[in-house]
């Protein structure tokens, strides 16, 4: 792959106003550093970790109380502490840019309503929720889980639970009950928080049957607040109604130790139930002020927008914005209502800075043959932040052609196990068609080859050679950090494997092509393929399954579903009808696959899983896989897949 095209350079007046750029004229203030260009800096964030962590915590100048002993104690991962003997809080940093006659946050649904809502009046709301939760008795490390949308409750909730020391967890309230169930089951919160229904794509969804079930099903829910989204005022059974705001009373900050965990995240549960993710409110802040700034150059007074759902990471990497003084911009409802040009038209509005969303809406978009820069003006728009899946150098073009000209295209890919990007922009360097700009500081990341060692220029495994503050605590509920160090570093001891491919040039810029596990990434979001098989488990008729999405050149994906049927049982529309339908409705819809094929057998190792990733493999014929059968118990099951990939099916 050549270095391709270069589509954007950074201005010297867009240098000199950057984030990375007094930062590293603070370090030679400081420090006496001086660095020739970013790759020589990244060298010395990962050669000096614990000085250049320290640099952070110094350069935001954190609120905190104590000194650390250490700021890094441990011999290798996962057992590692950070700042051991500090205290802070996450939510006091949010409100660290606080203006009472200023605009805190912005909210925009789809039947185009724009909310602008102020600090005074943020406060105001805070506090009353954060009253009820201590009038509830909630303290620290109590959980307090969430389904809600994305819109301004969602992140009152956060900060009110957030300032207590609390532990937030969120699903988005378009997750079957099954699936929510899966999650919250594992933490036992203490309070859950819940909407009466959602809108999308201009329908209704109620939601009340849903939470009465998981009411049920979870004994340790002491109380329900219930948020009336779709009938405002309507009396409500088994839960108090959301606290109307207060007179702003003074917001309680309780700084716990920097390891305290912030929030709950899930894995897509491709082996069982979702692994609970556990993040500390110092390893976040700290992340998400050095990503926030230095590589997505984001300013006081700047709207901050990511189209996400409560149930992206995204949306608690949203909530980053405000450690640095801009304005988050929150959107609810589909992207597509009255047409694509919906979110563009926003932009020009309010307007926005700085634009996030997911690769596949913007592949989607090009294939529309939308070009929001012809409809829209969207001058003041600085940058493009693009992730859940590799962007194929075409929509890159593309956006510069259709978009603008000027902006500064982020690429950025990391994910729910650390809430933040491993790679993603560099203020300080050109973007090349297809590639990511950089590694990012802090981020010891190598491409492994098949022996396990660092490749340059060659599809490897992304592999993580030293520790990040924002890795995970532990997992809820993992005796012995059994699963945790399962999850990561049993392949590569006291290394972290994150489960992509990826090929890093000399320059730096890489570019990643797709998971190297089995987890499903759907429209930008995982899903474990435990999810789907627990449901079609259901269907009557239906022997055994598998299932595999497979990432397109063109940046497509297709994502089949192979079954094998019980005897006299024949595939046809019906059963495809229940299986879609089921789905649909106890996952979501992203759950539903593009095509349903029957085949002879489904193979398993010799342990008894099933192999979607080496099946996947066969039909990315780019990655070259080499099966070994011996390690199949039933290796005459591959024949079918095999044969069927010779013939290109999915082209």
């Not at 493009?384 to 295209?409: H, K, M, N, Q, R």
Request: charged letters at 20%.
């Amino acid at each position: 792959m050549g270095q391709g095209k270069i589509l954007w350079q950074p201005t010297e007046a867009f240098l000199a106003s950057s984030h990375l750029y007094k930062y590293r004229t603070w370090l030679k203030d400081k420090y006496d550093l001086e660095f020739h260009g970013y790759e020589d800096l990244w060298q010395w964030s990962i050669d000096q970790v614990a000085t250049f962590w320290q640099s952070i915590w110094e350069y935001f100048e954190v609120l905190h109380n104590g000194h650390p002993n250490q700021i890094i104690q441990g011999e290798r991962m996962p057992s590692i502490e950070w700042f051991h003997g500090t205290r802070l809080n996450y939510a006091e940093h949010l409100f660290r840019f606080e203006d009472p006659e200023k605009t805190a946050l912005i909210f925009s649904h789809e039947n185009g309503k724009i909310i602008n809502i102020s600090w005074d009046e943020l406060r105001r709301k805070v506090s009353a929720f954060q009253e009820k939760l201590i009038e509830l008795g909630v303290g620290p490390g109590d959980r307090v889980a969430a389904i809600l949308p994305n819109i301004p409750e969602a992140m009152i909730a956060f900060m009110a639970v957030n300032g207590l020391g609390a532990v937030w967890s969120c699903c988005s309230p378009d997750f079957g009950a099954d699936t929510i169930y899966d999650r919250f089951s594992q933490i036992r919160p203490k309070i859950l928080i819940a909407v009466d229904g959602y809108w999308y794509n201009k329908k209704e969804f109620e939601r009340i049957e849903q939470i009465r079930w998981l009411q049920s099903k979870i004994d340790s829910i002491q109380q329900t607040i219930i948020l009336n989204y779709l009938h405002p005022g309507k009396t409500i059974e088994n839960g108090i109604i959301w606290p109307e705001a207060g007179e702003g009373k003074k917001i309680i900050f309780n700084r716990v130790p920097f390891s305290h965990p912030i929030w709950v995240l899930y894995s897509s549960g491709t082996t069982g139930k979702p692994k609970a993710i556990t993040h500390s409110h110092g390893g976040v802040l700290l992340e998400h002020l050095k990503y926030m700034a230095l590589h997505n150059d984001v300013h006081p007074g700047e709207n901050f927008f990511w189209f996400s759902t409560t149930g992206w990471m995204m949306w608690n990497f949203l909530q980053a914005s405000l450690l640095v003084g801009a304005k988050p911009v929150l959107y609810d409802g589909s992207p597509a209502i009255p047409d694509m040009g919906v979110l563009w038209k926003l932009s020009e509005v309010l307007p926005i800075h700085h634009f996030g969303t997911s690769a596949p809406y913007l592949t989607a978009l090009m294939k529309s043959g939308l070009k929001p820069g012809d409809r829209f003006d969207l001058r003041l728009l600085r940058s493009i932040g693009s992730t859940g899946a590799p962007l194929p150098p075409e929509v890159f073009d593309w956006i510069y052609a259709a978009i603008s000209p000027s902006v500064w295209l982020c690429s950025m890919s990391g994910g729910t196990d650390v809430c933040t990007a491993f790679v993603g922009g560099c203020p300080e360097k050109p973007v090349y068609s297809g590639r990511i700009q950089c590694r990012a500081l802090g981020c010891a990341m190598q491409a492994y080859d098949e022996s396990g060692h660092p490749v340059i220029g060659v599809l490897g495994e992304m592999v993580i050679e030293k520790p990040m503050p924002s890795m995970p605590v532990f997992f809820w509920n993992d005796p012995g950090n059994a699963r945790y160090t399962a999850s990561y570093f049993e392949e590569y001891p006291g290394k972290w494997r994150h489960g992509d491919f990826i090929k890093i040039f000399e320059d730096g810029s890489l570019v990643i092509e797709g998971r190297s596990d089995a987890t499903l990434n759907r429209k930008g979001i995982r899903i474990g393929t435990a999810e789907i098989y627990n449901v079609i488990d259901e269907i009557e008729g239906v022997k055994d399954s598998l299932i595999i999405n497979i990432e397109k050149s063109n940046g497509d994906d297709i994502m089949p579903l192979f079954i094998t049927l019980r005897e006299g049982v024949r595939l046809d529309d019906k059963i495809k009808e229940e299986i879609n339908l089921a789905l649909r409705s106890k996952c979501s819809p992203r759950h539903v696959p593009d095509l349903i094929l029957e085949c002879p057998d489904i193979p398993y190792t010799l342990s008894g899983k099933k192999m979607e990733v080496p099946v996947k493999r066969i039909f990315m014929k780019n990655l070259n896989a080499k099966i070994e059968t011996g390690a199949i118990r039933n290796p005459e099951a591959m024949q079918y897949f095999s044969d069927l990939a010779a013939t290109n099916p999915f082209d």
